[in-house]
């Protein structure tokens, strides 16, 4: 009631009476439509990426549970989540410009007799931040531009008060030493705008945001840019360990 998602709860069960495990694998099938196009947004292990129109993909590399389709005008989105620990792809399909399938498949797992697999998924709109850098049920946020136009922005499915801790640090033979940055309270409102400021010096920077709730880390989102050079590869930290 409190939430501008609509979340979906999945319990599938396995009967006492059905001596052998149940092996089951969810697939979901949506789709999106935009009058003006779209472009597909996927957590990559890198960092976000942005598909315009395509006609068919398959991606398993990716670092969060997490899907959008960004619209091409009106700075308004539609993001997808999903058990990151129980992701196996994401697939996608496209007539033309304008709509298309978004699909994603879990792992087959094993259900004992008398025990459920239960997972949850969200519906998440989302508009005001530009392309997101992550997005989970509490929000969507995005890291702007670091290098030309530096502003963190929030859009809170859930407004609350948080504690935002804004980090980061120079890429050097593959680590980061996270400095803070900035640490302020954010307050209650559906949206949050928070401009900041990259230190002086040459190399990959990897930011670090992560919002805080009574002393407890409730999000985070990472993403890296290059100062004049290029030090290294950054790989985004994954929500959890994912099944194989």
Same mark, same amino acid.
Not at 135 to 156: H, I, Q
Not at 157 to 169: K, N
Not at 215 to 223: D, P
């Given at each position: 009631?409190?939430?501008?998602?609509?979340?979906?709860?999945?319990?599938?069960?396995?009967?006492?009476?059905?001596?052998?495990?149940?092996?089951?694998?969810?697939?979901?099938?949506?789709?999106?439509?935009?009058?003006?196009?779209?472009?597909?947004?996927?957590?990559?292990?890198?960092?976000?990426?942005?598909?315009?129109?395509?006609?068919?993909?398959?991606?398993?590399?990716?670092?969060?549970?997490?899907?959008?389709?960004?619209?091409?005008?009106?700075?308004?989105?539609?993001?997808?989540?999903?058990?990151?620990?129980?992701?196996?792809?994401?697939?996608?399909?496209?007539?033309?410009?304008?709509?298309?399938?978004?699909?994603?498949?879990?792992?087959? $797992?094993?259900?004992? *007799? %008398?025990?459920?697999?239960?997972?949850?998924? /969200?519906?998440?709109?989302?508009? =005001?931040?530009? &392309?997101?850098?992550?997005?989970?049920?509490?929000?969507?946020?995005?890291?702007?531009?670091?290098?030309?136009?530096?502003?963190?922005?929030?859009?809170?499915?859930?407004?609350?008060?948080?504690?935002?801790?804004?980090?980061?640090?120079?890429?050097?033979?593959?680590?980061?030493?996270?400095?803070?940055?900035?640490?302020?309270?954010?307050?209650?409102?559906?949206?949050?705008?928070?401009? $900041?400021?990259?230190? *002086? %010096?040459?190399?990959?920077?990897?930011?670090? /945001?992560?919002?805080?709730?009574? =002393?407890?880390? &409730?999000?985070?989102?990472?993403?890296?840019?290059?100062?004049?050079?290029?030090?290294?590869?950054?790989?985004?930290?994954?929500?959890?360990?994912?099944?194989?």
């Amino acid at each position: 009631a409190d939430s501008s998602i609509l979340k979906t709860d999945f319990v599938i069960n396995n009967g006492m009476d059905n001596v052998a495990p149940l092996e089951y694998g969810y697939w979901m099938c949506g789709g999106v439509q935009s009058p003006d196009g779209y472009a597909l947004i996927l957590p990559g292990s890198g960092g976000t990426e942005k598909f315009p129109y395509i006609r068919q993909l398959v991606m398993r590399d990716v670092s969060s549970g997490w899907l959008a389709a960004y619209a091409n005008s009106g700075d308004q989105g539609l993001a997808l989540t999903m058990p990151y620990n129980l992701l196996k792809e994401f697939y996608f399909w496209g007539d033309n410009i304008y709509q298309g399938t978004i699909e994603f498949k879990l792992g087959i $797992y094993p259900i004992k *007799a %008398g025990e459920a697999l239960r997972f949850s998924t /969200a519906i998440c709109p989302f508009s =005001g931040i530009g &392309v997101p850098d992550k997005v989970t049920e509490l929000a969507a946020m995005s890291f702007g531009d670091p290098l030309n136009n530096p502003v963190l922005k929030f859009r809170f499915f859930q407004p609350g008060e948080y504690t935002l801790c804004l980090s980061g640090g120079f890429l050097i033979k593959d680590e980061v030493s996270f400095a803070e940055l900035k640490k302020i309270p954010l307050q209650k409102d559906f949206f949050a705008e928070v401009p $900041y400021q990259l230190p *002086a %010096g040459k190399g990959t920077f990897v930011l670090k /945001a992560e919002l805080q709730q009574n =002393g407890r880390s &409730v999000f985070f989102a990472e993403t890296s840019c290059n100062q004049e050079v290029a030090t290294g590869i950054w790989n985004i930290t994954p929500d959890c360990e994912r099944k194989p």
